[in-house]
């Protein structure tokens, strides 16, 4: 059980953290400088974050360079929130923000079609494509790229929800925050960090598909929980959180809200721990080893949010 503030996160996983995590977190930071994606001023409040170093934390078995592609790519997604989403006026503009998402699905899309009014936040997306290229097979490349466009566009479903301020149910709600979250577009990194393809027809069956929701679910749900009193304060806009989508259908305060949340991630930990054991056999399969990387995710997400502080604690 690990605690941040007032919430204790039931996580019976092991975890562990990569042994080169400091030079993958000094890296992330300078190749995210490399790319000019923001001003060194802005670039040194973010580091104070710690965004650098998730990635050791949730691929710890990774191969160096696989770690560090997780790494960057990980960066880059706290960057583009920071830069357009959470903090930005665009995050409740979808007319506005609509054009930036468009932009970066044509470098997804079309990685070689450079535009001459090409801005920083799209140079890193696309050496990051190509590094997956480089890294993956054109099979993990595509599962890459295909999430990656789901999360764009779930982050302007988001923008579109901040300006109507309103959420859907706690159900709907969590189907959108999986995709909005990325998680399901990182955890596609597990195999290529791990250097073993899992066969197409173990990665599309139910069973792997419902493991990787379930560990997506818990990342964002458990963001959700950590991050509310700081994303609900009042400089700060309408919040895309779990949290809010309970209190506005019929949870009568925030304390039920919260237990209505804390109820809803408790039982995916109970399905990513059944599915995990699916795939537990034989040990040294693929499979094993990507669903011990979709554990490592979620276990090493809780345990960068207790090492970096993220995150405040949740108003009484």
């Not at 357009?84 to 468009?102: E, K, T």
Request: one cysteine or more; hydrophobic letters at 45%; proline letters at 5%.
């Amino acid at each position: 059980m690990s605690a941040v503030g007032d919430q204790r996160l039931w996580c019976p996983l092991g975890s562990s953290v990569h042994p080169m995590v400091e030079a993958i977190e000094a890296d992330s930071i300078g190749w995210l400088a490399g790319h000019s994606v923001m001003s060194a001023e802005r670039l040194t409040r973010f580091r104070a974050g710690a965004p650098g170093a998730l990635g050791s934390y949730t691929y710890p078995r990774g191969t160096r360079a696989g770690t560090q592609l997780a790494s960057d790519f990980i960066t880059w997604l706290f960057a583009f929130d920071d830069l357009y989403c959470d903090g930005n006026r665009l995050g409740s503009d979808p007319v506005g923000f609509s054009a930036v998402i468009g932009d970066l699905i044509q470098v997804l899309e079309a990685p070689r079609s450079v535009s001459s009014g090409e801005f920083p936040i799209m140079r890193a997306l696309r050496d990051l494509h190509e590094r997956v290229a480089a890294m993956g097979s054109a099979v993990q490349r595509q599962r890459w790229v295909a999430d990656t466009e789901r999360y764009l566009l779930a982050k302007l479903w988001e923008a579109g929800r901040r300006q109507a301020r309103s959420l859907p149910p706690l159900n709907s709600y969590t189907h959108m925050r999986r995709l909005g979250g990325a998680n399901v577009a990182c955890l596609m990194l597990t195999d290529v960090s791990l250097g073993r393809e899992v066969p197409a027809e173990i990665m599309c069956a139910r069973p792997m598909t419902e493991l990787l929701q379930a560990a997506a679910d818990l990342a964002d749900l458990d963001n959700d929980l950590l991050s509310y009193a700081r994303e609900s304060g009042p400089e700060e806009e309408f919040p895309i959180n779990g949290v809010t989508a309970a209190v506005l259908h019929g949870a009568p305060d925030l304390a039920a809200a919260t237990r209505a949340v804390v109820e809803f991630r408790n039982a995916r930990m109970r399905t990513l721990l059944e599915l995990s054991e699916y795939f537990a056999e034989p040990a040294e399969s693929a499979a094993a080893d990507f669903s011990r990387g979709v554990c490592d995710w979620v276990s090493g997400h809780i345990g960068w949010i207790v090492k970096s502080g993220r995150y405040s604690r949740l108003p009484a």
